[in-house]
């Protein structure tokens, strides 16, 4: 089955720099990446995703970028406020007709300081 | 608008006992999931469900079972708890895409 590699397991960060984190999937197969941003007390809420066609995608401060051929896939934060202190979790599935199973990376707490 | 609502949200069990969770979603979604989350080891498939009617085990399955009896819901039972099933749940449910997760229920075995 699939396996999703996640670093760093904690980052800092100064308020106003850059966050990245990487992630890294063993199925050739997989065509979806999503994102989750899980805040304290609440379940994990999608950011950004990707799918296997697009080489990188970005939403105002966000951005994904995915390399198929050497299976690693980031996210990257610019202009980080203390708002974005949470866990992040990547993820990589086979999307199918009405769904899909996704396999989670251990997750990244992002501590942005002010 | 609810989304996917778990209950309990909270429970402390004993050794052996039994409990169910219920998972309500309200997206008229195909999918459903049982995740649980332990500190450091991101969240890990339970059991999942393509449709009313089927269920199918995801990667740690053993301890649990499942129910989807109608379209909506998702139950996850466990039969003896053990101390090793004091985690976090998460239910979610998808269709060809974003999963949308429930907010947990954090289930303490002693």
């Known amino acids: 089955g699939e396996n999703v590699e996640q670093h760093p397991s904690t980052l800092s960060v100064q308020e106003g720099d850059s966050a990245v984190i990487k992630c890294t999937y063993s199925?050739?197969?997989?065509?979806?990446f999503p994102w989750y941003k899980q805040e304290l007390g609440k379940g994990p809420q999608l950011i950004i995703d990707?799918?296997?066609?697009?080489g990188e995608k970005k939403d105002q401060r966000i951005a994904v970028t995915l390399n198929k051929t050497a299976k690693h896939f980031s996210l990257h934060i610019t202009e980080t406020q203390p708002e974005d202190s949470a866990v992040y979790f990547c993820?990589?599935?086979?999307?199918?007709?009405?769904?899909?199973?996704?396999?989670f990376g251990g997750g990244t707490r992002v501590l942005v300081k002010p | 608008n609810a989304g996917v609502t778990q209950t309990p949200k909270f429970r402390v069990l004993k050794t052996g006992q039994s409990m169910t969770l219920l998972c309500a979603q309200d997206?008229?979604?195909?999918?459903m999931y049982w995740y649980r989350q332990d500190p450091g080891m991101g969240l890990r498939l339970i059991h999942y469900?393509?449709?009313?009617?089927?269920?199918a085990k995801g990667e740690v399955p053993d301890g649990y079972n499942v129910s989807r009896l109608k379209k909506q819901n998702f139950l996850l039972g466990l039969e003896s708890a053990a101390p090793s099933q004091t985690s976090v749940y998460f239910c979610?449910?998808?269709?060809?895409?974003?999963?949308?997760f429930g907010q947990g229920t954090r289930l303490t075995v002693v």
């Open positions: 997206m008229n979604h195909e999918y």
């Open positions: 979610a449910s998808s269709y060809a895409g974003e999963a949308f």
């Open positions: 990707i799918r296997s066609n697009v």
């Open positions: 469900s393509v449709g009313e009617g089927t269920t």
């Open positions: 199925d050739s197969a997989s065509n979806y």
């Open positions: 993820a990589a599935s086979i999307v199918e007709a009405a769904g899909n199973k996704l396999t």
